[in-house]
């Protein structure tokens, strides 16, 4: 089969796509999950919000993980269906398709988890997330240029 210019460029961005998305999910799944704890830290969470948090955390983490194993099966199935000698473009868009809506459930999965969290924590609980993250952010910002060695940034005052 003779393929355009534009067909194989497409089916070079879907590859890379179904290599490099999951790859930065696991990223982000490990800087999000070890995270989580350090956030809690100093927060003066009442045992009643630590078991909810927890309980929370939980679920979140097994629904993730579900929905992370299904985009790895599929991705495989792409990665096999557009390798194929007589490769089926319905086939390879229907999962295509599949995959788009897993990575949406993904999304409002993380989006869902945020809201559960903040109904638990306390105004000035989230203020004091908020500012944790921006500090991390910041330093993360510095340590990846490379180009600046990693500086002690003010983190928030817990006593406040």
Known sequence: MLWSRGNRILVAVVMVMSVTVPALAADSRTSVESLAPRLDEGLGLTPEQK????????EYKAVQQALREDLSRQNEALRT?????????SKVDALAAQIKEIQGRLVENRVDVVFKLRGIYTPAQV???KERLQVRSKEDIVRKSGKIKPKKIKKPDLKK
């Open 51 to 58: 078991n909810r948090v927890r309980a929370v955390r939980e």
């Open 127 to 129: 203020k004091l997330i």
């Open 81 to 89: 269906a557009m390798d194929a000698d007589n490769a089926d473009r």
